[in-house]
């Protein structure tokens, strides 16, 4: 193990580690994201495909980006670069980082749109304009909201600043105290929801959808979609657990708390799935509605609750941060990158990444009015830009460093960080040279060369 620490600073203790890398996993991917592609996508058969991923692909893969980051304590690029000139590698595998860079930029500006309408319903539930609304009204309600550029603007510019500022307030005050509050909160509140769901007549409904398995449902792109989220939910494939790994202290075990995360982030998008659906099935709502699914069920559950609007301006508080923690870790690599390479001030970096990625972001949102005749390959910019990252780029990233870890770096340089028990350390190994690349390779195959 080495004894360096980064310029950026470290984290205080193992737990906000722990914390912070749980932060950036559990975000909108939980908690929009997760339910809604279950919608699309069949049910419990994608559920099942989803797990097996996040076990057999996602975890190992987490453990390779820990132990790399923690091992060169450098930005991604630069971490990569060091781990692989120590083992003799070519200094090229450095570019992962830069198409991770590319992924951060992408997701950031799709991420921060969706935010903003998180944004806009604390609002909503606040004043009380979704009072008692019926799952019609609640529909066309969000329809009014996409249709209205100057309000999507808004909250638009008003999260990438708070996401901003926290990146350029450092590691230690920003990322920390954000999330040592949110997350404990946020778990209280899937909870008092998922109570709510359990009293409605859709739960058994809900529940059946979740987790019963019927593989006609599964088609290549479920695959494809289920593989995509396990990178994007547990923030893989572009360096931010490699930039969080590096700031984490040398005592830590890798593989407890990799697991721990991992287990924190899937046991939320469950809940937010088992909280969701009842409701969806409640209100004869259609489960494969879409991107608005969340925002088109849940305002009519806390219509319907006693303390709703308490709840419902808790509910997408929570959400906002969950979101707000998840997009601050998709700046921290470039920034940490640009204060390292080019030795820019924090701030400096994060105002002209924070600058571009918001400019992005006006594309994603004027998909849903200026724009919206704009597309590519048949999708939005908002679509596209999800389509590629989540199902294309994070899983490259992915498959790159776990050849990488696999195949390149030395035994006894990963086990040095690992630490890992001969029979678990063999397992990981598997799964680098083999398990993820091959199954990153087949599902890449089958996007490429669709079978009709
Ligand atoms: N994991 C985050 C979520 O589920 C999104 C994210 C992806 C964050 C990649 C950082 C890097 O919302």
């Known amino acids: 193990m080495t004894n360096k620490t980064s310029i950026q600073g470290s984290w205080a203790s193992r737990w906000i580690f722990i914390l912070a890398a749980t932060g950036s996993a559990v975000g909108l991917g939980n908690i929009w994201k997760f339910p809604y592609i279950t919608g699309e996508n069949g049910g419990g058969a994608f559920v099942l495909v989803y797990l097996v991923c996040i076990v057999l692909v996602g975890i190992p893969i987490m453990m390779a980006e820990v132990f790399i980051g923690r091992r060169a304590r450098k930005n991604p690029i630069n971490a990569l670069v060091d781990v692989a000139e120590e083992s003799e590698g070519s200094k090229k595998w450095g570019l992962i980082g830069l198409m991770g860079m590319l992924s951060g930029v992408f997701i ?28 019609e009204q609640a529909g066309a309600a969000f329809g009014a909201l996409l249709a209205d550029p100057a ?16 990146v350029a307030a450092g590691i230690n005050k920003g990322i920390e105290t954000a999330t040592r509050i949110m997350m404990p909160a ?45 990178f994007f939910t547990l923030s893989l494939g572009m360096g931010t657990i490699m930039a969080y790994g590096s700031y984490m202290t040398k005592k830590a075990s890798i593989g407890k708390t990799v697991l721990a995360i991992g287990a924190l982030d899937t046991i939320v998008a469950l809940v937010a ?30 219509g319907q609750m006693p303390f709703g609007q308490l709840f419902g301006v808790l509910f997408f508080v929570l959400v906002g941060i969950a979101a707000w923690t998840s997009a601050i870790s998709l700046l921290e690599p470039t920034v940490a990158f640009l204060v390292e390479k080019f030795e820019m001030k924090r701030t400096s970096a994060s105002i002209l ?43 490259l990233g992915g498959i790159l460093i776990a050849l990488f870890a696999g195949w390149v770096v030395k035994d006894k340089f990963a086990q040095d960080e690992l630490e890992l028990s001969d029979t678990v350390f063999k397992l990981w190994k598997i799964s680098m040279k083999f398990t993820a690349p091959v199954a990153v390779a087949i599902v890449l195959y089958f996007l490429l060369f669709p079978m009709s």
């Open 108 to 135: 950031f500006s799709f991420y921060s749109v969706v935010a903003g309408w998180v944004l806009h319903y604390i609002k909503v539930m606040l004043t009380g304009e979704m009072a008692n609304v019926t799952s």
């Open 151 to 166: 309000t999507l603007l808004i909250w638009h510019t008003i999260f990438s600043i708070m996401s901003i500022a926290v």
């Open 186 to 230: 946020l778990f209280v509140l899937l909870l008092i929801l998922l109570g709510y769901a359990m009293t409605t007549d859709g739960f058994a409904a809900g529940v059946d959808f979740m987790f019963h398995f019927d593989a006609s449902q599964l088609s290549w792109n479920a695959v494809l979609v289920a593989l995509g989220h396990s």
């Open 273 to 302: 799935g088992l909280a969701i659906f009842p409701i969806i099935f409640a209100n004869n709502m259609d489960p494969a509605a879409g991107s608005g699914l969340m925002f088109m069920s849940l305002p009519v559950a806390f």
């Open 353 to 395: 990444l924070g600058s571009g990625v918001w400019a992005l972001g006006l594309a994603c949102l004027g998909s849903f009015n200026v724009i919206s005749d704009v597309t590519f390959f048949g999708k939005n910019t908002f679509d596209l830009l999800d389509y590629i990252t989540a199902n294309i780029m994070l899983p």
